[in-house]
DNA sequence: CCGGATCCGAATCGATACTG
DNA sequence: CAGTATCGATTCGGATCCGG
């Protein structure tokens, strides 16, 4: 163990031997959408192996940055502790920083609901949003279908599908859910390029990058004033 | 290559994929605070394998985070690119997250310039220093000598020692440090429980965790005011 | 000295199979 | 469902060596 310290005594260097092992961040990233049983994980880290995930899984408990928790007859949860929840900002700066070098995706990359949760925070603007009327999305990326729910300087997203068994049934993820979302679009790999402002929403509907399956097409103007991340691009 | 790629098209992965690998964040680390030779670098991570630093500064180069410039008649250093450089607030906040769970230094752990030299930006409270006064202050810890300016809301820290050939005449390290520090103290590791607030500066003194070796005790206190890292703590 | 490249054993990771 | 066990493929670490 001590062969993987890298001696020195400073915050960042305890840092990344929390969270630095290859894996482990991305963990961090699921569990911050919400606590997640072992089956779960494997299911959006699709390439991870099972004995890593065990692994990880076991240090980032040892680290205080997960808790396992038993449910009640159904299995067991893992969830961030506190002290892992404080790493909400940073992951978010972090996808934000990684955002700007996304180019097209390679053809065995996927999206899952988790990743592409945490996208859509990373990218919200809680200033813009704030000052908008409230608008309910429903965004379909692959096989993934999420509910954006913006409501002055709150997001709130549900995962309608892949279902995934709620684990809990205070869950909020289908809570008021039940109505319809005010504009319902299906988009590709290119809505990077619609959040980056490399493309205006018209351009985006023009080129099929997004194509709007329900409710009013004007509101992809809105999302993408909404969700938006910056290329400070040199 | 496609083998270390995590497989999903989604920003946090994207970025891990950049600097996620071991020693790449520590290396961003030091070169936050200046520009490096590659023998500075090796000095400023003394466990780490040549053909590791070697290997990382090429990937870090390919990634765009890091350039390679020539210095004219001697030699060349690294430096971020503008895009490294936003990692800044990362790293800090990343810095601050780990200090929390600094425990007391392993026998063989050190502190090096660029290390404590980031651990105070981390620690740096921006707001309480804007409502002090200006102070100088001076610090030994262990062979590092360093020079923190607070000025308001700014911070300048130089490297008095070990001293490392400039690499820029214009190099501000040196610049306007030539009068004394309001302050001068040595501390041990034990700073870690002040800057935690978990020893008062009066207990520090006390214990001998800080000793002052010229100007004004009193200063103390405010150090401890300037730099502070809260241990929100369940 | 600076800026690496090379070699090799040790540790880790990845893929798959298997189990309570 | 929630992991262990196994084993070959990679990567890391430590040391040495080399051209300016």
């Known amino acids: 163990m001590a062969a993987r310290s890298y001696g020195q005594y400073c ?19 699921d569990l911050l959408v919400g606590p997640r049983r072992y089956t779960d994980l494997r299911q959006g880290l699709p390439k991870i192996p ?5 692994a990880r899984l076991k240090e980032l408990q040892e680290g205080g940055v997960v ?31 990684g955002f700007q ?25 809680m200033d813009a949003a704030a000052s908008l009327p409230p608008a309910d999305y429903e ?34 993820d289908r809570a008021s859910v039940d109505g319809a979302a005010d504009v319902v679009f299906g988009a590709g790999p290119g809505i990077r390029r619609l959040i980056a402002g490399e493309l205006t929403p018209a351009q985006a509907v023009d080129e099929g990058v997004v194509h709007v399956l329900a409710g009013e097409e004007t509101l992809i103007e809105r999302f993408a004033a909404t969700f938006h991340i910056e290329g400070g691009r040199a």
């Open 50 to 54: 099972t004995n890593i995930l065990s």
């Open 139 to 172: 965004v379909h990326v692959a096989d993934v279908v999420l509910r954006a729910q913006v409501d002055g300087p709150a997001l709130r997203i549900a995962q309608l599908h892949p279902a995934g068994r709620p684990v809990d049934p205070r869950a909020q």
């Open 101 to 125: 070098r996304m180019g097209e995706p390679q053809e065995d990359a996927i999206v899952t609901a988790d990743s592409l949760t945490m996208a859509l925070r990373t990218a919200f603007q």
């Open 11 to 29: 915050g960042v260097t305890t840092a990344v031997e929390l969270i630095g092992e290859r894996w482990s961040l991305l963990i961090v990233r």
């Open 67 to 97: 808790r396992r928790v038993p449910l009640l007859h159904c299995g067991l949860v893992y969830e961030l502790t506190p002290y892992g929840r404080e790493l909400e900002p940073i992951v978010l700066a972090l996808g934000r920083w």
